[in-house]
């Protein structure tokens, strides 16, 4: 089918965009709740820690999947288009940047 892989490239850049935009908002939702946790709940009592614990593992798990969106959208954009000049916009994320 003609254009059906400028299509597939677009729809895969669009999604690695996206995801680094969402991934961008998790980690500082992620920064915020522990700043809150470390000032406002820390040495409170255990269910007020716990119930933090819990929402900072539920955020940390959705910031891990953003990334694996990301990961897999540029991975797939890399097939397309090897030598695009959107890898200067879109780096590959390892372990550690997030």
Not at 67 to 74: F, V
């Amino acid at each position: 089918m003609p254009g059906l892989v400028d299509k597939e490239r677009r729809l895969r850049l669009a999604q690695a965009e996206d995801a680094l935009v969402e991934l961008r908002r998790t980690i500082r939702t992620v920064t915020a709740l522990r700043k809150h946790h470390r000032t406002q709940t820390a040495g409170t009592g255990v269910a007020a820690n716990t119930r933090m614990h819990a929402l900072i593992s539920r955020h940390e798990t959705k910031q891990d999947r953003v990334a694996d969106r990301y990961r897999a959208a540029r991975a797939a954009s890399l097939l397309l288009d090897p030598n695009g000049s959107w890898q200067t916009r879109l780096a590959d994320l390892g372990e550690d940047d997030c």
